[in-house]
């Protein structure tokens, strides 16, 4: 079964740095998620600002992207009040720009699952009540 993903920071980062705890983990979810994986600007930024300390990191993080192993998805300007409700719906957590723009790629791409290392996604919702289908460490 072909498994689709959008991908969170954490998981990204582990993938590009074998330093991190889990590295191994997403190196064998690396194996049977399916390409392109699905991203938001603001997952990359993220990434991008933790992987400041290793330049080959970043430099494979553009590969990705100019490869198209991870595809930008999201458009803030096309989805900003539906962002904008779940900043308010989740703001006791409270949730990232980041993980909100994550929730609503899940609300559109609903064939795809959210491969994170955030349990904050275990209490978020799409459309209102539905769990979101979730790839995380066991």
Aim: hydrophobic share 50%; glycine share 2%; with cysteine.
């Amino acid at each position: 079964m072909t498994r689709w993903a959008i991908i969170d920071t954490g998981p990204l980062v582990a993938f590009l740095d074998r330093r991190e705890a889990h590295h191994d983990w997403m190196a064998e979810q690396a194996r049977t998620l399916a390409l392109p994986w699905l991203l938001c600007e603001a997952v990359l930024a993220e990434s991008w600002h933790l992987l400041r300390k290793l330049p080959v990191a970043q430099d494979a993080l553009l590969e990705m992207v100019e490869n198209g192993l991870l595809k930008v998805e999201f458009a803030l300007s096309d989805d900003i009040e539906a962002v904008r409700l779940l900043r308010q719906k989740y703001r006791d957590i409270p949730m990232s720009l980041a993980d909100a723009c994550l929730v609503r790629m899940a609300e559109k791409f609903d064939d795809h699952a959210i491969c994170t290392l955030n349990s904050d996604f275990t209490v978020y919702r799409k459309h209102g009540r539905q769990p979101i289908p979730l790839i995380t460490p066991a």
